[in-house]
């Protein structure tokens, strides 16, 4: 069983919408993060937390905002959404002690167009 | 701070020839582990292999590495390389200062020809 979901998995948006995707893991993980890719720029990480309620910035944060309402779930919004942010975002879990110590898990991915 | 450097961008093997996947890096800081990652096409990546220990070789799935901290490289290496291994890969280290996120370097996609 996918111990990292996210949903939808792919997303058709217009510009100056607001765009929600959602992470589910299952690992029982503390951390987990938001990634983009995109052709040339590698995994490029948007957001990050450390558990329920925390919230941080990763790289290239403008734009986004994330919500962790739980250890389970964590959300990336778009408020604005721009042609800009179309790409491929990755949601991956991770945690910090034991033997697979900072290894990251990933979901599938969604793919976000906005036209 | 840390980076993590792929020199190459793409990589062309003939199937049954040895592949080399290069990964450098630079830490100010305390590293934790080393990983390389594979993501094959409209996958998620996934952990190939993960080393802590210098100078110990780390195989799965026909890959290994070395982590030499000498040289502050961790490169990627099979002997013979199959179709089913073109994919994009991508190198990563954790270290004390980041506390669990993973500094990538731009990936490699290796292609294998028949």
């Known amino acids: 069983e996918a111990a990292v979901t996210q949903s939808p998995r792919n997303k058709v948006a217009v510009t100056g919408g607001k765009v929600t995707l959602s992470c589910n893991q299952t690992?029982?993980?503390?951390?987990m993060y938001w990634y983009r890719q995109d052709t040339g720029h590698g995994l490029r990480l948007i957001h990050y937390?450390?558990?329920?309620?925390?919230?941080e910035k990763g790289d290239i944060p403008d734009g986004y905002k994330a919500s962790r309402p739980s250890q389970e779930n964590f959300s990336l919004i778009l408020e604005l959404a721009t042609p800009s942010q179309t790409s491929v975002y990755f949601c991956?879990?991770?945690?910090?002690?034991?033997?697979?110590?900072?290894?990251?898990?990933f979901g599938p991915g969604t793919r976000l167009l906005v036209l | 701070g840390d980076s993590v450097t792929q020199t190459e961008g793409l990589v062309t093997v003939t199937e049954g020839l040895p592949v080399k996947l290069n990964c450098t890096y630079q830490?100010?800081?305390?590293?934790?582990?080393f990983f390389w990652y594979v993501q094959y096409l409209n996958e998620a990546p996934q952990v190939l292999l993960k080393?802590?220990?210098?100078?110990k070789r780390t195989e799965h799935q026909g890959f290994h590495a070395t982590l030499h901290k000498s040289s502050s490289s961790f490169h990627l290496q099979k002997s013979s390389a199959q179709l089913s291994d073109s994919a994009l890969y991508y190198c990563?280290?954790?270290?004390?200062?980041?506390?669990?996120?993973?500094?990538f370097g731009q990936g490699t996609k290796l292609s294998i020809k028949p």
């Open positions: 991956a879990s991770g945690d910090r002690g034991g033997r697979d110590q900072d290894t990251q898990y």
């Open positions: 690992n029982n993980h503390n951390n």
């Open positions: 937390s450390y558990g329920a309620g925390s919230t």
């Open positions: 830490t100010t800081y305390l590293t934790i582990a």
């Open positions: 080393s802590s220990t210098d100078n």
């Open positions: 990563a280290l954790s270290d004390n200062y980041n506390q669990g996120k993973l500094i």
